[in-house]
């Protein structure tokens, strides 16, 4: 059975179809699965969309999970990454490259916030929203963005995830969510200031990740020399792609500032949304250069606080 999301409120219905339990969809009692990519999408191109039905044939294969949904969550303006466009435009390509998907979606909660998010926050918030979805759930959980007393307008939907703890990521009837992501951000867990250690603790073990890595890929070495990861690791899915493609988003930007060709790179409609808009340029390219990311102002700041104290 296939259902196609368009809006928030087919969403939930949709959800709820799948959250039943009918043992007619899932005969074997597998575990449903949902995964979930973070990441810029600056633009998109068809090796996200591959990452997608690399894991689901992977976990399909290993006959343990059933993979249910996917979803493409573009970071938000104020990770304020060098090159980062409007998230508006971001958000308008990755739909356009989904239309055609039965099963991946794109969801523009983390795009739409004014602050930057932690993945962790963001893997929270759509945890939070599949076990909402399912009755056996109360929504009693839910934490406002906004903490009390602060007089800002609240979004219907600007809420973050239940604190950690408050729910399990094993509540009955919720499929598990998955991070979805390459061997690049698996190894970015080792860059000074960029991740919290309790935030990675709580992922790979609350959650799980599935890492699409390449032959040659450092990956296994990677968790082997990291404590934390080796300690969950058989939370982490590392899933070989042998049918290597090497497009990456920053290769297709340099394609458009040279005026060269990316059809056949991303899909048709993401191209002549680009051309209509020339939305790479030098100039473009130039954005965010003397920012610090968002996650390194955050952490480093932190850091001397705790030193002066």
Known sequence: MHY???????????????????????????????LLACGSFNPITNMHLRLFELAKDYLHETGKY?????????????????????????????????????????????????EWLETLKVLRYHHQKLASSNPANSLQNAVPLIKPGRKRKQEANRYIPVKKNQLSPET????????????????????????????????????????????????????????????????????EEWITNDISSTKIRRALRRGQSV?????????????????????????????ILAPLQKYARGCKQEQTL
């Open 172 to 239: 009955k009837g919720v499929p598990q969510l998955k991070l979805l992501c390459g061997a690049d951000m698996l190894e970015s867990f080792g860059i000074p200031n960029l991740w919290k250690l309790e935030d990675i603790t709580e992922i790979v073990a609350n959650h799980g990740l599935v890492c699409i890595t390449r032959a040659g890929n450092n990956a296994q070495k990677f968790i082997y020399e990291s404590d934390t990861l080796w300690q969950h690791k058989n939370n982490i899915h590392l899933v």
């Open 66 to 114: 059933n993979v249910i949904k996917g979803i493409i969550s573009p970071v938000g303006d104020a990770y304020k990454k060098k090159s980062l466009i409007s998230a508006n435009h971001r958000v308008t390509m990755a739909k356009l490259a989904t239309e055609s998907s039965d099963w991946v979606q794109v969801d523009d909660w983390e795009s739409s916030q004014n």
């Open 4 to 34: 196609k999301v368009c809006g928030c409120d087919s969403e939930v219905l949709h959800l709820d179809l799948w959250l039943q339990g009918n043992p007619m969809e899932n005969p074997d009692n597998k575990t449903q699965v949902v």
């Open 263 to 291: 059809r056949y790179l991303v899909p048709d409609a993401v191209r002549a949304y680009i051309e209509k808009y020339n939305l790479y340029s030098p100039e473009s390219e130039d954005r965010n250069a003397e920012v």
